[in-house]
């Protein structure tokens, strides 16, 4: 199993960004992928998830209404289109695996760090 999220970067404060996290070694419609970040001194966050057969999201209240999750099952890919960022949206963000029913991610990507300055 293998999840690896890029798209990160530096960006000013009210632009957009997107990530991807590409998955493999698993069926897709079993899991649920979710999107973590983790800023300096503060605690691991869960901002978003997105079910198995795409039909379920979750966004936390920190990022409701600028952050969209989407899932490609062709490409095996799901998307994190980031809009509207903040200088306290600057965290390493990662994507994660967990089969559905269960409440452990078991399986972790490396983070890419989003960076907004203000």
């Known amino acids: 199993v293998q999840l690896q999220a890029s798209g990160g970067g530096l960006v000013q404060a009210g632009e957009s960004l997107t990530l991807s996290c590409e998955y493999s070694?698993?069926?897709?419609?079993?899991?649920?992928i979710g999107w973590f970040r983790k800023a300096p001194g503060m605690v691991r966050e869960g901002i978003s998830g997105?079910?198995?057969?795409?039909?379920?999201?979750y966004y936390a209240d920190s990022v409701k209404g600028r952050f969209t999750i989407s899932r490609d099952f062709a490409e095996t890919t799901v998307t994190l289109q980031m809009n509207s960022l903040k200088p306290e949206d600057t965290a390493v963000y990662y994507c994660?695996?967990?089969?559905?029913?269960?409440?452990?991610?078991?399986?972790w990507g490396q983070g890419t760090l989003v960076t907004v300055s203000s």
């Open positions: 994660a695996a967990r089969e559905i029913g269960s409440t452990q991610y078991d399986y």
């Open positions: 070694g698993f069926d897709p419609d079993n899991y649920y």
């Open positions: 997105i079910s198995g057969s795409a039909d379920g999201t």
